[in-house]
């Protein structure tokens, strides 16, 4: 593996750098004002301007689709920024110091993840009705697979039915922590459901395509995490009650839902971690910024030991997450998800565990600071506490990692 970033990468991350610079850094009072107005004024769901108009920016300067890997934009028959996964991925690390950047650049979850999905294993009209909009960013996607009442940590609990009745499939269940869909631009839902109970356990479930105005589909509710709805984007409780979709809208075919979920969630797994890299990178400057600054007990704390330890321990941790991430993307470029499985679920451990810890650490810097919306520093811990959720948690990871260690020792 080449430790240095490709030249293409290079000149991304110059102007990526240059970009947050100018116009990310100084728009976080206005996002957040915003935000604050609209829950006022009544319109907590509406899209945020600050938002729309850097994305005028950022298109005009070529930042636009970045994260689209050449394989996928291949598939799709549309043009991305022709970057592997492990070019990409340092370019996702910056735009995840801000949490909400990457939609600035059509970079963000989870409609990166359905349009791979979409290029991956739609059909011709899928990819013209849905993809091309999405890749445009003039509507928004959800991903809806987690149910409240199963543990959908193993995917093969899932209770939603799918079920064929002429040229339609009819959709019954209740799906929840579905991300993206309290944007009132969001148009298109991939679902996961049973389409047929009595096949093999991982040939059950099938994902469809549901468009979100279809008769039958009820938002019921935004879900709060730790005290942030995170609107206008939303994780909402959604119920499809006899939503009928024509069975063309099913991808890949009956029974592939598993295969296209591995297809789908490796890549979103390396942008996660990556993004969770910049959030803990952002953490470590600004919580040397403020121990340079503050005096307890009669010295600044970058010069009490505990600080230092933090600061050293900090920086070792995010460099393995990054080394560790890059890798993972490596493989999969070289070998696709396949040969990436083990590196991909430890990426997943790693990563979400190393940001809390930092993040945790610059909080306690900051004392009381750390807790209130002054600064970034209490909403990047509950972003990077979520990830040990979103995914899959942690413990499912840790099984595969350890199932996967213990077969290099098995007799045969």
Not at 26 to 48: D, I, M, Q, S
Not at 290 to 300: M, V
Request: aromatic residues 8%; glycine residues 8%.
């Amino acid at each position: 593996m080449d430790f240095d970033y490709s030249p293409k990468t290079k000149t991304l991350q110059a102007k990526l750098l240059q970009f947050m610079d100018e116009h990310i850094y100084p728009a976080e009072g206005a996002h957040h004002a915003e935000v604050e107005a609209n829950t006022a004024a009544g319109k907590r769901w509406t899209p945020l301007q600050t938002i729309e108009r850097l994305k005028l920016k950022a298109r005009e300067q070529g930042l636009w689709n970045l994260f689209l890997p050449v394989d996928s934009a291949q598939a799709a028959g549309f043009d991305g920024a022709g970057l592997t996964n492990q070019e990409y991925a340092p370019l996702a690390e910056i735009m995840g110091r801000v949490p909400w950047a990457s939609e600035v650049f059509n970079c963000s979850a989870p409609d990166t993840g359905n349009m791979e999905t979409i290029a991956r294993y739609g059909a011709t009209e899928h990819k013209t009705r849905w993809l091309k909009p999405l890749l445009d960013g003039t509507i928004r996607s959800a991903f809806a697979m987690t149910e409240p009442d199963v543990a959908s940590s193993d995917a093969t609990n899932i209770e939603t039915s799918m079920t064929r009745d002429g040229d339609d499939y009819v959709v019954n269940g209740r799906k929840w922590w579905i991300s993206g869909a309290g944007d009132p631009r969001c148009a298109i839902y991939i679902v996961m459901g049973k389409t047929d109970p009595t096949a093999a356990r991982h040939a059950q479930q099938s994902m469809i395509l549901v468009p979100a105005n279809t008769p039958g589909v009820q938002v019921l509710r935004p879900l709060n995490v730790m005290g942030y709805d995170d609107a206008p984007h939303g994780h909402m409780e959604i119920s499809f009650r006899n939503v009928r979709v024509p069975a063309s809208n099913i991808l890949l075919g009956e029974g592939r839902g598993f295969e296209i979920a591995q297809g789908r969630l490796g890549p979103g797994r390396i942008h996660h971690c990556m993004r969770l890299i910049g959030l803990a990178e952002r953490a470590l400057e600004l919580m040397c910024q403020r121990a340079s600054q503050r005096i307890a007990f009669g010295k600044p704390l970058a010069a009490q030991t505990v600080t230092q330890e933090r600061i050293a321990d900090a920086r070792c941790k995010i460099d393995m997450a990054r080394l560790l991430t890059l890798k993972a993307a490596w493989m999969m470029d070289v070998g696709g998800n396949k040969l990436a499985k083990n590196e991909i679920a430890m990426i997943k451990v790693v990563a979400p565990k190393m940001a809390c810890e930092v993040i945790d650490w610059a909080m306690q810097a900051f004392g009381g600071a750390g807790m209130c919306d002054d600064f970034p520093l209490a909403y990047a811990y509950t972003c990077a506490r979520t990830l040990r959720f979103a995914d899959g948690p942690d413990e499912v990871h840790r099984n595969a990692i350890a199932k996967h260690e213990l077969r290099k020792y098995s007799a045969g």
